[in-house]
């Protein structure tokens, strides 16, 4: 099994900035793309950002605010938010495609618990 834990998530004001951490730990070989998602009330979970050796993504209403890093030493992936508006609070999911051991190739998908984003105007 994987788990994955989320921290960083709080209350800001609009323009603020905050940084978000989910760290992965258990049955691990390689982790091969790590992302976030969120999830407004009432709305469906969404793409934030996606990092996969080295090559990023990110959904176009955050291009040019937020940034996804990776520490592979670690098993964490980071989320930078700056210039933050009321229209980025939503719960923040992470997310990790993980090869558990090096006998199999077969990929599995994990999910954290997620971590509240609040930007207040």
């Known amino acids: 099994q994987v788990q994955l834990v989320e921290s960083g998530g709080g209350l800001v004001q609009a323009g603020g900035s905050l940084r978000l951490s989910c760290e992965a730990s258990g049955n691990i070989f390689r982790i091969n793309t790590m992302g976030w998602y969120h999830q407004a009330p009432g709305k469906q979970r969404e793409l934030v950002a996606t990092i996969s050796g080295g090559r990023t993504n990110y959904a176009d209403s955050v291009k040019g605010r937020f940034t996804i890093s990776r520490d592979n030493a670690r098993n964490t992936v980071y989320l930078e938010m700056n210039s933050l508006k009321p229209e980025d609070t939503a719960v923040y999911y992470c997310?990790?495609?993980?090869?558990?051991?090096?006998?199999?190739?077969?990929?599995?998908?994990?999910w954290g618990q997620g971590t509240q984003v609040t930007v207040s105007s």
């Open positions: 997310k990790a495609i993980v090869q558990p051991d090096s006998t199999r190739s077969n990929m599995f998908q994990y």
